[in-house]
Nanobody, 126 residues
Framework: QVQLVESGGGTVQAGGSLRLSCAAS??????????VTWFRQAPGKEREGVAR????????RYADSVKDRFTISRDLAKNTVFLQINNLKPEDTAMYYC?????????????????WGQGTQVTVSS
């Protein structure tokens, strides 16, 4: 079955960088019509999508709030999606999740994603 495993979170000072990873198993990026999206959820706030990538084509899309600091990419050989976060801000503090749908849906709606990882915590201190 499809599984997603995130890693790379941690506690960093404002202005620092992190690289989150989302390793997928149970299907291959290059042979599927999948879209992988990074979501984040801060305490007391709704889950929001911040970046997505179509794993076959590599096409990417970002939320306006992060597009100058976040970069999503994928490694086909490792079947892994990455999220590079630069110039971290305290407001980036959240649990970060990767999610996948295999129907090629490019959407920010969490309900459109069938598979989720367990999340990785990012904490930014000022």
């Amino acid at each position: 079955q499809v599984q997603l495993v995130e890693s790379g979170g941690g506690t960093v000072q404002a202005g620092g960088s992190l690289r989150l990873s989302c390793a997928a198993s149970g299907y291959t990026f290059s042979g599927s019509n999948s879209c992988v999206t990074w979501f984040r959820q801060a305490p007391g706030k709704e889950r929001e999508g911040v970046a997505r990538i179509f794993t076959s084509s590599g096409f990417t899309r970002y939320a306006d709030s992060v597009k100058d600091r976040f970069t999503i990419s994928r490694d086909l050989a490792k079947n892994t999606v990455f999220l590079q976060i630069n110039n971290l801000k305290p407001e980036d503090t959240a649990m970060y999740y990767c999610a996948a749908n295999l129907r090629g849906l490019g959407t920010w709606a969490a309900a459109d994603f069938d598979y989720w990882g367990q999340g990785t915590q990012v904490t930014v201190s000022s």
